[in-house]
């Protein structure tokens, strides 16, 4: 637990420290440099290492990796132009998106971040953080390493975030997901999603890299009973026909901690950035945006009083994504209702800009408008219409 400890000698002293080399965590310590801070980055893996993720790289987080400096993250790799959406009830709608996508394997994308967090100055370290004390004038970690800030990136099982005494989303706002890497099917490249009537609200996806391959897997919302690897292997076929289990490969399950249950992004010296601070998208499950957008909000709040970081940090989240979360946290309590999905589905197929509102709300940080609610409700009228006479 977070708490006021006595003295002791530490090994190690820092500005700040990060604990975990992902993208919140390479995107906080980028940041926290350009600010002049000497950075610890640590994790518990050796880079390259994979991450259980659907790799879908939005062109919001390339906006947030140019202003680090980063600026090769997605080199090599093709650009996705489309999205296809299939509603539960099997209408879709197909339309090139606002502005490219990309599919990038993170055992690829983190190792490049990481690789330019260090190319920047920042330390990287291999260790698993296991207890974080705050003292009058500092935090330390595991009693050896001393740090003015700490940032906690450590993903959906965030030690820094139970040492703040914070528990970890319920059910309900937890996600189970599996990801493999299966052939791509034929034709032109298209992000597709396809959601489920059963066992809703779930999806399965597939994002062509652009190499043969496609990421794909299946989620589905948490709601008490366990999920086995099984099920969600035999969703993902069913939603994916075409996909041969045999030819998956890569299967890997991991846990998708919604926004709509977050924590307080921090305390004094300790801020959450990421899935630490549940910062999963919970329409689309996208989290790599989040991460790096709260991960460079949090190295810059490092500047001024270190005492003070949690304070700045939140103010400058509110700021920066306070109104888009609390319309994605409204979007899906309205998607709670399969039938509002199949709406949203019919007037995206309908009208391109709202479309483009319901990809920048499920992949950036767009907001509902008053056209895309009208015409939701439009949709949702015609199935309670009475038939003509």
């Not at 992949?363 to 006479?389: E, F, K, N």
Request: proline share 7%; hydrophobic share 50%.
């Amino acid at each position: 637990m977070v708490g006021a400890a006595g003295g002791g000698a530490v090994r190690d002293e820092f500005d700040v420290v990060v604990v975990g080399a992902g993208p919140a965590g390479a995107a906080a310590a980028l940041a926290a440099r350009q600010a002049g801070a000497e950075v610890l980055l640590l994790d518990r893996a050796e880079f390259p290492r994979d991450k259980a993720c659907g790799d879908g790289i939005a062109a919001h987080a390339l906006d947030v990796l140019a202003e680090l400096g980063v600026r090769d993250a997605v080199a090599d790799f093709a650009p996705v132009p489309a999205l296809r959406l299939v509603a539960p009830d099997g209408g879709a709608v197909a339309r090139a998106l606002p502005r490219p996508a990309y599919t990038v394997p993170r055992k690829v994308f983190d190792a490049r971040l990481v690789a330019a967090a260090v190319g920047a100055g920042v330390v990287l370290g291999r260790r698993a953080v296991r207890r974080v004390e705050v003292r009058a004038d500092r935090v330390v970690l595991d009693g050896e390493i001393s740090a003015g800030v700490v940032v906690g990136a450590d993903g959906a099982g965030s030690v820094v975030r139970r040492a703040l005494g914070q528990r970890d989303n319920p059910d309900r706002h937890l996600a189970l997901a599996i990801r493999g890497y299966a052939p791509a099917p034929p034709g032109p490249p298209v992000q597709l999603i396809v959601t489920s009537a059963a066992r809703w609200p779930a999806y399965a996806w597939s994002f062509p890299i652009g190499d043969g391959r496609a990421n794909v897997g299946y989620g589905e919302v948490l709601r008490g009973a366990p999920l086995t690897r099984a099920h969600l292997l035999d969703r993902l076929v069913a939603l994916l026909p075409g996909t041969d289990p045999a030819g998956v490969s890569g299967l890997r399950a991991h846990h998708l901690p919604l926004s709509t249950f977050r924590p307080p992004p921090g305390r004094g010296r300790v801020l959450l950035a990421g899935d630490a601070l549940s910062l999963i998208n919970p329409l689309t499950g996208e989290g790599i945006f989040y991460a790096l957008r709260s991960g460079a909000l949090a190295g810059a709040a490092v500047t001024g009083a270190p005492e003070q970081a949690a304070r700045r940090y939140a103010a400058a989240l509110r700021h920066r994504l306070g109104v888009h979360l609390r319309h994605s946290s409204a979007a899906a309590g309205l998607a709670r209702y399969r039938r509002t999905v199949d709406a949203a589905v019919l007037a995206a197929g309908r009208d391109e800009r709202v479309f483009g509102t319901v990809a920048e709300l499920g992949l950036g940080d767009g907001r509902l408008d008053a056209r895309t609610l009208v015409r939701i409700a439009l949709g949702l009228s015609a199935w309670h219409r009475p038939p003509a006479q």
